[in-house]
Structures are given as structure tokens and as C-alpha cells.
Nanobody, 116 residues
Framework: QVQLVESGGGLVQAGGSLRLSCAAS????????VGWYRQAPGKQREAVTT???????NYADSVKGRFTISRDNAKNMVYLQMNSLKPEDTAVYYC??????????WGQGTQVTVSS
């Protein structure tokens, strides 16, 4: 089973940028859907963005135009480029994948903190 490890989180000022990375232990080539969720303190986990093997993307309204998801199957990597960050983007960001058996695989999460 594929395992996912996120990195790239940190502290950034409002208006700044961060790039999150998600490294898969196995091949992403057989996985259709990968994406990112986030969970802010005291809030439910929310979907941020997804990308399919056909490179079709979907974004939450709150991040459209600011965040960009991409995947590199050759490197087994998923990326989330986050620009124009806002304090309300502060959350733990989780990478996930849906495998061929429709199992959802989660990473351990990476903290993103945006200061005002």
C-alpha cells in the first residue's frame, strides 16, 4: 500500500507563499485521485483540491486562483503551491490518495501557519 509523507509547511506572513510536497512511497501511476485536505483548529477537515490521473483539477472556492495542485507520477510526488496566503489558510494540511481498491490513504499532515 502506498504511504504518503507531507513536507513544506511552516510559518509565513500574510501575502506570502509556500509549496507543500507529498511524497508517495509507491507508484502514483496506478492512483487516479490525489489531493489535499486541511483542518483548522476547532474546525472540521475540509477539502482543498484534487487532481486526477487525467490532470483534471478541482479547487475549493476559498483557494481558487491562489492555490495550484500538481503531480509528477515519475517522481511519485504531489505538490500544492499556495500563493497570496491568508491567516484563514492556517491549518494542518493533509495529502491523500484513493487507491485502486477505493481505499483512502492519508499522510500525517504538515502545519501551515499564516500570520497577519
Amino acid at each position: 500500500q502506498v504511504q504518503l509523507v507531507e513536507s513544506g509547511g511552516g510559518l509565513v506572513q500574510a501575502g506570502g507563499s509556500l509549496r507543500l510536497s507529498c511524497a508517495a512511497s509507491g507508484s502514483l501511476s496506478s492512483i487516479d485521485v490525489v489531493g489535499w485536505y486541511r483542518q483548522a483548529p476547532g474546525k472540521q477537515r475540509e477539502a482543498v483540491t484534487t487532481i486526477t490521473s487525467g490532470v483534471s483539477t478541482n479547487y475549493a472556492d476559498s483557494v481558487k486562483g491562489r492555490f495550484t495542485i500538481s503531480r509528477d507520477n515519475a517522481k511519485n510526488m504531489v505538490y500544492l503551491q499556495m500563493n497570496s496566503l491568508k491567516p484563514e489558510d492556517t491549518a494542518v494540511y493533509y495529502c491523500y490518495a484513493v487507491d485502486v481498491y477505493s481505499r483512502v490513504i492519508w499522510g500525517q499532515g504538515t502545519q501551515v501557519t499564516v500570520s497577519s
